[in-house]
């Protein structure tokens, strides 16, 4: 669980390193179906891989766990849907690049408010393209200009259009393998390309608040746009779905 300063950090610098690691069992499993997945889709570029749980139902289980449930409940309440997961699996020398974004502007969720758990897989260095984010900078709760980007090797096509004075105040989370970091929907980050000799996996687990509606409907503009499907599950994980979601599965009874 998060004590009171963490929870502070959280909401003045909108992400926190949660004081939390997964078991070692927990840490095996998850390597488990990494290598079973990768395996399967080796001849697919793994840098990205979104709508993770939908084509792999073994990466469900870890988002459920209470461990990371009860520090999400801490931050958006006891009503959360979760609705994604994704994989950034970067390779050693090769990895790509995460440009500076807000994940905000990829989201069909009104009102807009989710947190992500970054779980790391690998340990993650400042040499292999850890995730980097501007402190504060979600503050103000609105989203910033983003252009699209049209070149190779970035995981994520949307940037923030004007970062490049920001960069200097920037921060960066390292983890040992079953550590999470948790950030909020409107933080300005993103991550280098991975030039070392390590590879720099991590699973990222969207919650938000059961208060807002995902709408399937208003994505298919978004999807235009970064390129990929925004159709998802939505798993009821706390609570009750206030906002009448059409949920896919509900964990609650
Ligand atoms: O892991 C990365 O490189 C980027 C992750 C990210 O952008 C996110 O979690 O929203």
Redesign the pocket.
């Known amino acids: 669980m998060l004590n009171d300063d963490q929870i502070n950090i959280y909401q003045n610098e909108g992400l926190i390193k949660s004081p939390t690691c997964l078991s070692e069992q927990k840490v095996k499993e998850l390597n488990l179906a990494l290598d079973k997945y990768l395996l399967e889709h080796k001849n697919e570029n793994n840098e990205f891989v979104s709508g993770l749980y939908e084509r792999d139902e073994a990466f469900l289980k870890f988002a459920l766990y209470p461990e990371i449930i009860n520090e999400v409940k801490q931050l958006i309440g006891e009503d959360i849907i979760l609705w994604g997961s ?1 994989l ?1 699996c ?1 390779a050693q020398k090769t990895g790509n690049e ?1 440009p500076w ?1 807000q ?1 905000g502007e990829y989201w069909p969720i009104k009102p807009l408010e989710s947190v ?1 758990i ?1 779980l790391a897989i690998d340990e993650v260095t400042s040499e292999n ?1 850890p ?1 980097q984010y501007i402190p504060g900078s979600h503050l103000n709760k609105s989203l910033a200009e983003h252009k699209t980007l049209d070149k190779k090797n970035i ?2 096509n949307q940037t923030l259009k004007n970062i490049d004075k920001l960069k200097e105040k920037s921060k960066y989370v390292t983890l040992q393998p079953g550590m999470f970091s948790i ?1 909020d929907v409107y933080l300005f ?3 280098k390309a991975n030039y070392s000799g390590k590879r720099r996996a ?1 699973l ?1 687990y969207r919650y938000m608040p059961a208060t807002s509606l995902f709408d399937h409907e208003g994505a298919r503009e978004i999807e235009k746009k970064i390129g990929y499907s925004l159709q998802r599950q939505l798993h009821l994980v706390s609570g009750t779905d206030k906002a009448n979601n059409k949920i896919f599965k509900d964990h609650t009874i």
Do not use: C, E, M, P
């Open positions: 994704s950034f970067k995460t974004h994940d992500t970054w393209g995730l995981t994520l950030h980050h993103g991550s991590g990222t």
